[in-house]
């Protein structure tokens, strides 16, 4: 089978590896049935063939023509004791290298949500074996440099920024990170220098802020992208994405989650959850999903389905390529 470009409300996912993505045939990827999607908001522009394929959590590969943009890679995926009731912050950090260079190609830029480690463990080797310039806070940018990444391939960004790359522009969108049912987070915090000795154990990686994305490929689709499940409702208003990926509330902590990040997006016409897999279990499709977050999952899917009724709802499977 090969991959296939539809228009404005449709896209279909298939399950071809293209010539510059052959790493990733070992992973099985599902097909998925055509559904109603966005065109192009700017039809007047060249179009640009992207390519966008889930790494699990809030990660993504983007492939843009022959370019490749990066968010959240994580897929060394370790674990940690989150999903078996023994949770360790003391949980050593490490990369599996080898399903690293399966997944990210070689990606021209790295954009980070934030420095929880199932979002930021992988970046820096990414970074240093790669060259690939990371965009992110403060955090992500002092945390950058105690890995050993180049300050020459690190900017910091605090939202509002809008980046031109040619073929694509991302803007960057002040958000915030979830709350647990304690109305806490894991490891908040900030690092405001470079920490020395450089970060071991998962505590060692703060929320350091939280940031999304949206990405709009010229003549192509415009994107956007949680990392955490809360935002800030005034900024997202404007941003009118023809696709979301949007993060699986963690808790119902967060006042009328769905219906205002639903509305605030517009109404968007495909809606792609993420942030509701098992990422400590390896990346094979079917994805694994715990119990409860399997039951989160379908009240999430539920209440975007009440809320915006025309919105096609896509629960993407590991490395399947979409084509929007």
Same mark, same amino acid.
């Given at each position: 089978?090969?991959?296939?470009?539809?228009?404005?409300?449709? @896209?279909?996912?298939?399950?071809?590896?293209? &010539? /510059? %993505? *052959?790493?990733? #045939? +070992?992973?099985? $990827?599902?097909? !998925?049935?055509?559904?109603?999607?966005?065109?192009?908001?700017?039809?007047?522009?060249?179009?640009?063939?992207?390519?966008?394929?889930?790494?699990?959590?809030?990660?993504?590969?983007?492939?843009?023509?022959?370019?490749?943009?990066?968010?959240?890679?994580?897929?060394?995926?370790?674990?940690?004791?989150? @999903?078996?009731?023994?949770?360790?912050?003391? &949980? /050593? %950090? *490490?990369?599996? #290298? +080898?399903?690293? $260079?399966?997944? !990210?190609?070689?990606?021209?830029?790295?954009?980070?949500?934030?420095?929880?480690?199932?979002?930021?463990?992988?970046?820096?080797?990414?970074?240093?074996?790669?060259?690939?310039?990371?965009?992110?806070?403060?955090?992500?940018?002092?945390?950058?440099?105690?890995?050993?990444?180049?300050?020459?391939?690190?900017?910091?960004?605090?939202?509002?920024?809008?980046? /031109?790359?040619?073929?694509?522009?991302?803007?960057?969108?002040?958000?915030?990170?979830?709350?647990?049912?304690?109305?806490?987070?894991?490891?908040?915090?900030?690092?405001?220098?470079?920490?020395?000795?450089?970060?071991?154990?998962?505590?060692?990686?703060?929320?350091?802020?939280?940031?999304?994305?949206?990405?709009?490929?010229?003549?192509?689709?415009?994107?956007?992208?949680?990392?955490?499940?809360?935002?800030?409702?005034?900024?997202?208003?404007?941003?009118?994405?023809?696709?979301?990926?949007?993060?699986?509330?963690?808790?119902?902590?967060?006042?009328?989650?769905?219906?205002?990040?639903?509305?605030?997006?517009?109404?968007?016409?495909?809606?792609?959850?993420?942030?509701?897999?098992?990422?400590?279990?390896?990346?094979?499709?079917?994805?694994?999903?715990?119990?409860?977050?399997?039951?989160?999952?379908?009240?999430?899917?539920?209440?975007?389905?009440?809320?915006?009724?025309?919105?096609?709802?896509?629960?993407?499977?590991?490395?399947?390529?979409?084509?929007?």
């Amino acid at each position: 089978m090969s991959e296939h470009q539809v228009g404005r409300r449709r @896209f279909l996912a298939t399950a071809a590896a293209g &010539t /510059a %993505l *052959t790493s990733m #045939a +070992a992973i099985p $990827a599902v097909a !998925a049935p055509a559904v109603a999607a966005p065109s192009p908001r700017s039809s007047t522009a060249k179009r640009q063939t992207a390519t966008f394929r889930w790494l699990g959590t809030s990660g993504w590969r983007i492939d843009i023509g022959a370019r490749t943009v990066l968010i959240d890679p994580y897929v060394t995926r370790f674990p940690t004791g989150l @999903f078996t009731g023994a949770f360790d912050p003391a &949980t /050593a %950090l *490490t990369v599996d #290298a +080898a399903t690293v $260079a399966a997944h !990210a190609g070689k990606p021209e830029t790295v954009f980070v949500t934030h420095t929880h480690w199932d979002h930021f463990n992988d970046v820096p080797h990414v970074a240093t074996t790669t060259g690939a310039r990371v965009f992110g806070t403060l955090t992500a940018y002092h945390l950058g440099l105690a890995a050993g990444v180049p300050a020459s391939q690190l900017s910091p960004v605090k939202g509002g920024e809008v980046l /031109a790359f040619g073929d694509y522009s991302v803007e960057v969108v002040p958000a915030l990170h979830s709350r647990n049912g304690s109305y806490s987070m894991a490891f908040p915090g900030v690092r405001t220098s470079p920490p020395s000795p450089a970060p071991a154990t998962i505590a060692d990686l703060p929320e350091g802020d939280t940031l999304s994305y949206q990405l709009t490929v010229t003549g192509g689709p415009s994107v956007f992208f949680m990392g955490a499940s809360d935002f800030v409702e005034r900024n997202l208003r404007g941003l009118n994405p023809d696709v979301a990926m949007l993060a699986l509330p963690s808790s119902t902590a967060t006042h009328e989650y769905v219906p205002r990040l639903i509305e605030a997006l517009d109404r968007p016409a495909v809606v792609v959850p993420v942030h509701w897999d098992n990422f400590e279990t390896p990346l094979q499709n079917p994805p694994v999903v715990a119990p409860a977050d399997a039951q989160r999952l379908a009240a999430f899917e539920a209440a975007i389905r009440q809320v915006a009724p025309r919105t096609t709802i896509l629960r993407p499977q590991y490395a399947t390529p979409y084509t929007f």
